[in-house]
């Protein structure tokens, strides 16, 4: 019996995933959560074999979550689980320790052939995200948010999804005077002026699921 922990901000998602995998012979839900910081202490509990991880969602976000995941938990394996299609997250990811990576548009049967591929210990990506990072891989990249380190990233996302400095001070456990230096640091990198024009860029580059 392979056993799962859902991981996602919109219950919607969650309760879908989790009605159709209840019906799956092999398959048990052990658990869900609604953010990053939920996830690693759900994996705490349960000691899922595999997580169905949401990329972005608030607070840590889903690349540090696995990253704590995959670093204190060996044999539970991550699947990232996005909107958009976007292989600057499936790049970080990866890096973070997942062994798979599906996009929202994906059928039903593929999620559940990537939980039993990962499960197994191999690695699943979507195809058609396989074949593009297989063509980026041949020529330079891009996006400039590839620039970024993971935590000049994590207070990006958060920038973009109307945090404040606070609240992103207060999910991080740093000062918002360290908030401030990242946000210098990322305006810098990045040839913004202020958080809206970082949006828009976030936007232009499928950072920012728009339709969310």
């Given at each position: 019996?392979?056993?799962?922990?859902?991981?996602?901000?919109?219950?919607?998602?969650?309760?879908?995933?989790?009605?159709?995998?209840?019906?799956?012979?092999?398959?048990?839900?052990?658990?869900?959560?609604?953010?990053?910081?939920?996830?690693?202490?759900?994996?705490?509990?349960?000691?899922?074999?595999?997580?169905?991880?949401?990329?972005?969602?608030?607070?840590?976000?889903?690349?540090?979550?696995?990253?704590?995941?995959?670093?204190?938990?060996?044999?539970?394996?991550?699947?990232?689980?996005?909107?958009?299609?976007?292989?600057?997250?499936?790049?970080?990811?990866?890096?973070?320790?997942?062994?798979?990576?599906?996009?929202?548009?994906?059928?039903?049967?593929?999620?559940?052939?990537?939980?039993?591929?990962?499960?197994?210990?191999?690695?699943?990506?979507?195809?058609?995200?396989?074949?593009?990072?297989?063509?980026?891989?041949?020529?330079?990249?891009?996006?400039?948010?590839?620039?970024?380190?993971?935590?000049?990233?994590?207070?990006?996302?958060?920038?973009v999804n109307c945090q404040k400095v606070q609240e992103?001070?207060?999910?991080?456990?740093?000062?918002?005077?360290?908030?401030?230096?990242?946000?210098?640091?990322?305006?810098?990198?990045?040839?913004?002026?202020?958080?809206?024009?970082?949006?828009?860029?976030?936007?232009?580059?499928?950072?920012?699921?728009?339709?969310?």
């Amino acid at each position: 019996m392979i056993r799962v922990l859902i991981v996602d901000d919109h219950d919607l998602v969650r309760t879908g995933i989790v009605r159709v995998l209840a019906d799956t012979d092999g398959i048990e839900v052990v658990g869900e959560a609604c953010d990053g910081e939920g996830a690693v202490n759900k994996v705490r509990e349960a000691s899922p074999d595999v997580v169905l991880m949401d990329v972005k969602m608030p607070g840590i976000g889903g690349v540090e979550a696995t990253r704590k995941i995959t670093r204190s938990h060996p044999d539970t394996h991550v699947i990232g689980l996005t909107a958009s299609g976007d292989e600057t997250f499936l790049q970080r990811l990866l890096q973070a320790g997942a062994k798979g990576y599906l996009t929202k548009g994906c059928s039903f049967d593929e999620v559940i052939r990537a939980i039993r591929i990962v499960a197994s210990g191999q690695h699943y990506i979507d195809p058609t995200l396989a074949s593009g990072l297989l063509s980026r891989g041949q020529k330079s990249s891009a996006n400039p948010f590839d620039q970024l380190s993971e935590r000049e990233m994590q207070v990006t996302l958060m920038i973009v999804n109307c945090q404040k400095v606070q609240e992103i001070a207060d999910s991080l456990f740093v000062s918002p005077r360290t908030v401030n230096t990242y946000r210098y640091r990322i305006f810098e990198k990045l040839a913004v002026r202020n958080d809206v024009e970082l949006t828009h860029l976030a936007m232009r580059h499928k950072l920012v699921d728009v339709t969310d």
